[in-house]
């Protein structure tokens, strides 16, 4: 859909042209999982499935539609409340909810439709990207001078305080910061991003295993508390700041689970640094070695993996100009990122389902990615 598409939406829906329209792009993660919210590095980029919003100020109530799911719960952005609503709306509600602080007065009510192209359930963050999406559309109507890395502070805000998901900031800060044709090597810690050109002749492949992801929050949540268990065993600020030779001298007082969630985290954070160097030199055979590690780490070691994600990066690693492959995202289903060499795309795609649906009997889906810019307004 164009920006013309989503205005024809919003008239339909609401009967008048809308004041602005903007965009926030989904993302995969090139390496560097569940290391965000142990201040680590992590390397994403933010991808052509993205999901576009056209919006207007609308006293008294914040009204929302969607092409994809329809109306989501009516809501005022001054009352509303943590645990307000199950419905898709939460999530603007739990944006707005964040921003107010910002505000000098109260924030403006919006009517709001959005359109996306994000597969949900893929763990490609749709919930990111709709919580940028609304911090653009909010930071120009109620007319604040938050710069995108704010919005995706507070957009990590919303996802912790208000959806109740104890996530990093990856998500956010890929849909924020993203930059056309580089991924971005990121230090979860200070913010700070090295951009990195993806090698000419290679392609991003999503392959979506078409298994939804379960049980996610709880599951997600328990790996960070064992995460900070770990930290306090190792006594240091975050597993960031350990390395495996400490790990291994406490070994003996820890539980063996925190132990191998901590080698993940060390090990991740390590293979992520070599990631950047291998790219940068066009090492492609570290790159994929350093894919596939990250993909055994998850899968062994912190245990988010599941059976069709491991068949799906199985069949990817067979497959023809398959640089590497991993799950990408929080795991338990969802999609594998491959990095493919771009002259032999259409032959890694058809082997990498044909022998993906041997193993599991599912049709997977395989979507090549542009890597794109990060949030922003479309039009004013
Ligand atoms: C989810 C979270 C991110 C990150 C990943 C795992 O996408 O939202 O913050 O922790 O899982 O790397």
Redesign the pocket.
Known sequence: MTADGIRQVFREAYGHNPEVVGIAPGRI?LI??????NDGF?FPAAIDRGLLIAASISEPSTQTFSVQIGNGEPFDVNSVKPGFSDSWSKYVAGMGWSIIDRAEDKLPNLKIAVDSSIPIGS?V?SS?ALELACGVVWNFLAKLVLDNRELARLGQFC?NRFVG?N?????QMASAMGREGHAMFLDTRTLTIEYASVPDGLTVVLCDTKKERALTSSA?NERRSQCEMASQFLGVKKLRDADMKLLDATKKHIPEVVYRRARHVITENARCVAFKSALAQGDLNLVGTLMRESHQSLRYDYEVSCDELDSMAESAWAAPGCVGARMT???FGGACVALVKTEKLSQFIESTLHIYNLASGLAGEAMSCRIVDGARLLEA
């Open positions: 993660n560097g999982e569940h290391t965000d919210y992590v763990g963050s990111a996802e998901v996530s990093g900031i990856m998500d997600y995202g929080a795991g």
